[in-house]
């Protein structure tokens, strides 16, 4: 088979400031074949270097946070927080596909990308891959990643209710859902949601936006995968006695 060049393209913007903050923006670009030809692999990470407005040691912790969770090998159990190794998981794991089965067609690709959404009262990222690798249709998964901007510390939904404040949260949350979906009172699975026994349940994955608070249930999560993905808010107006006082605006 006959191989094509590689080409890495590597891409800084002017940087970004808000608030206290400011980062740059980084983009890399890596691929293998002429796409639309066999083979082809293609992949690109962008991403935000922050450099200044927090101290060293809390701009060390979300750097590599973020590096950590975008730089993971695609073989499950392995970590790189090199490019080049995960891109190269990629193209061993296309060729050996496709010297077992030449006759499949397609190009696999992965993207993965991370964007600020707030960065006061806390420092929010959503981070989104989205992959072909073969199957029946392309994956997307989005995380999300919180810190407190003065020591870079990973916040958690725990550390942002107030005490006793996880069920009042989850009402709120299961309205503004029912509300999203035109889900009538009654049970979620006849609306063909596969929260376990029925009931709802917080996702995993949360940001706190300008907006208010961000939940996130990835394609196939609590739906069928053909429903899509499920991205919810519940605003700020709903949260009331369930933030901390530091975290609601002011």
């Not at 107030?162 to 509300?179: D, P």
Request: aromatic share 8%; glycine share 8%; charged share 25%.
């Amino acid at each position: 088979m006959k191989r094509a060049a590689l080409l890495v393209v590597l891409l800084c913007a002017a940087s970004a400031h808000s608030e206290d903050l400011s980062w740059q923006p980084v983009h890399i670009k890596k691929s293998y074949g002429r796409c639309g030809d066999y083979p082809c692999v293609r992949a690109e990470l962008a991403y935000p270097l922050f450099e200044a407005g927090a101290s060293s040691e809390a701009l060390n912790a979300v750097n590599g946070a973020v590096r950590g969770l975008l730089g993971r090998s695609i073989i499950e159990g392995q970590d790189d927080l090199s490019f080049e190794a995960w891109m190269n998981d990629l193209l061993a794991q296309y060729m050996k596909l496709r010297r077992a089965r030449p006759e499949l067609p397609g190009n696999w690709w992965l993207q993965r990308e991370s964007t600020v959404l707030s960065t006061a009262p806390v420092l929010s990222l959503s981070c989104e891959e989205s992959a072909y690798t073969g199957g029946a249709h392309p994956s997307v998964v989005r995380k999300y990643l919180v810190f407190d901007p003065p020591s870079g510390r990973r916040l958690f939904l725990e550390d942002l209710l107030r005490r006793g404040a996880l069920a009042k949260l989850m009402k709120a949350a299961e309205r503004r859902l029912r509300i999203l979906r035109k889900v009538p009172e009654g049970e979620l699975s006849a609306a063909g949601f596969l929260f376990k026994d029925g009931r709802f349940a917080l996702p995993g994955e949360f940001a706190l936006a300008d907006e208010g608070l961000r939940l996130r249930y990835d394609a196939g999560s609590v739906l069928p995968y053909a429903r899509g993905a499920i991205d919810l808010v519940v605003p700020f107006s709903d949260l009331k006695g369930v933030l901390k006082r530091e975290y609601l605006p002011k």
